[in-house]
């Protein structure tokens, strides 16, 4: 059986501009689904044309390979990026924003996912990445998930994820389509003060309106590491705004790589291993990748990426 085309296929639509550090080529082929019934027959139009199946969120902690992806890559929007809201229960699509979740939330005198506001992410990539900050944590007030396969959709309970340190168990080609939380209550003025000054603490400590995907290396374990963090262990190795090409380490938070202006993703890759090289040199400390990849980005061969 051939399986229509999705609605809206696009050729070669060049990633850069969706991902948030800007850099890597084209997507072979490229949709939008606004509802599960599209994402079902995108999935099942990939796996029968035997395309690869990639999917996009907000492009917040992805790196694309400079020669482009192959197969198919799926970005939600419509339904798939709705936030609704019904006494103590949000309901998300998997596209839905999480800084609006949280903001839609605290307004509504919800508490419990302030922690979004400063995470430029959607609700399917926070689950996938199991997404946190400052101590908030999706799993606490997540009650659902809907996960899409060529099969149809599926609701999983967070407690099959498996989440860990920045992972879930999420598989190739599974996608989340939407969510459900429960939060508890609170003042809606004093929860929007919260999310200012969450956004606050954030323009402080971190690089603000620049081309980034946030914390570059996971930060290791903390009995290896005498309790540093990657960008403490990045500064001490001399990586602060060490540059290479159009990417560098940045001077305000060592574990964050930025985009100056015209850099491709193998001078953010050279920029990695270099800070990666430095840290084992000087403390012994294999540093592990946080960021994702979509196509082949030329990984250093004597390192390994999220292993
Ligand atoms: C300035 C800045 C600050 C950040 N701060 C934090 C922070 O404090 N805490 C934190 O945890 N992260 C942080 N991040 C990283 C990033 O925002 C999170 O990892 C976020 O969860 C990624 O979501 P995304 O939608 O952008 O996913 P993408 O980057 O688009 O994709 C990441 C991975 O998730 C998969 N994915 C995306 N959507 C779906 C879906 N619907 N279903 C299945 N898989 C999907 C992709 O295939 C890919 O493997 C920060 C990033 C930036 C740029």
Not at 14 to 21: K, W
Not at 71 to 78: A, F, P, Q, S
Not at 238 to 256: M, P, Q, T, V
């Amino acid at each position: 059986m051939t399986v229509p085309s999705p609605r809206r296929l696009a050729l070669a639509e060049s990633m850069a501009s969706y991902t948030t550090v800007r850099t890597g080529g084209p997507a072979e082929f490229f949709t939008r689904c606004g509802t599960a019934e599209e994402l079902v027959e995108a999935i099942a139009w990939a796996s029968d044309g035997q395309h690869a199946l990639h999917i996009l969120g907000s492009g917040s902690n992805l790196l694309v390979a400079d020669e482009g992806v192959s197969g198919l890559v799926i970005k939600l929007d419509g339904e798939l990026a709705r936030i609704e809201i019904s006494g103590p229960q949000v309901t998300c699509g998997g596209g839905a924003r999480l800084p609006s979740v949280a903001a839609k939330a605290a307004a509504a005198g919800l508490s419990g996912i302030e922690f979004g506001v400063s995470i430029p992410g959607t609700v399917g990539g926070a689950v996938r990445m199991n997404a946190n900050a400052y101590g908030g944590d999706l799993a606490r007030t997540l009650d659902w998930v809907d996960v899409v396969t060529a099969a149809g959709v599926e609701r999983r309970l967070p407690d099959s994820f498996d989440f860990g340190y920045r992972r879930s168990n999420l598989k190739e080609g599974e996608v989340v389509s939407g969510a459900g939380f429960t939060l508890g209550p609170a003042d809606p003025e004093t929860a929007k003060l919260a999310l200012a000054g969450l956004r606050e603490q954030r323009k402080e400590t971190q690089p603000w309106g620049v081309k980034t995907f946030g914390s570059t290396f996971k930060n290791p374990d903390k009995e290896a590491s005498g309790g540093r963090s990657s960008g403490q262990l990045l500064d001490a190795a001399g990586c602060r705004d060490l540059r290479i090409g159009g990417a560098g380490f940045s001077e305000k938070h060592a574990n964050f790589v930025i985009n100056h202006g015209d850099a491709t993703t193998a001078d953010v890759v050279s920029v990695m291993a270099e800070g990666r090289r430095r840290v084992f040199e000087a403390f012994g400390i294999e540093l592990e990748p946080e960021v994702q990849t979509l196509g082949p980005v030329q990984i250093p061969e004597d390192w390994g990426w999220g292993a």
